[in-house]
């Protein structure tokens, strides 16, 4: 299983905190983290650009990318918001299976078992 680190540029920590939260509820990513106080120089329509930004890193599953980008841009203020994935090669293998484990499909209401099949 491949695991990516996602990162997202995002218009306000409010905005980064309400996305984060939406996508690991929706099991999208296992954790978000928000980091405030990003300073951003970019073109945009012809003219170099400078502005606040906060920035939103997300860990998941590279087979849930689309997913992820799909809802993150439902949620998004910008018409073209920027979501990108960097593969993850290594590290801590416990925190590496809870990271998958928590992406997998939610378990099923009071059954304490996990779903399984296609949804």
């Not at 997202?8 to 099991?27: H, K």
């Amino acid at each position: 299983m491949e695991l990516v680190w996602c990162y997202v540029t995002c218009a306000s920590s409010e905005e980064a905190l309400a996305i984060g939260r939406a996508v690991v509820e929706a099991r999208l990513a296992a954790c978000a983290n928000v980091l405030p106080g990003l300073t951003s120089v970019y073109y945009w329509q012809g003219r170099i650009e400078t502005g606040s930004e906060t920035a939103l890193v997300l860990k998941t599953r590279a087979d849930l990318l689309d997913a992820l980008t799909a809802k993150v841009r439902t949620l998004h203020s910008y018409s073209v918001p920027c979501v990108v994935a960097l593969p993850i090669r290594g590290g801590n293998a416990d925190y590496l299976a809870w990271l998958a484990s928590e992406t997998a499909a939610p378990a099923e209401p009071g059954t304490g078992t996990k779903k399984t099949g296609s949804s």
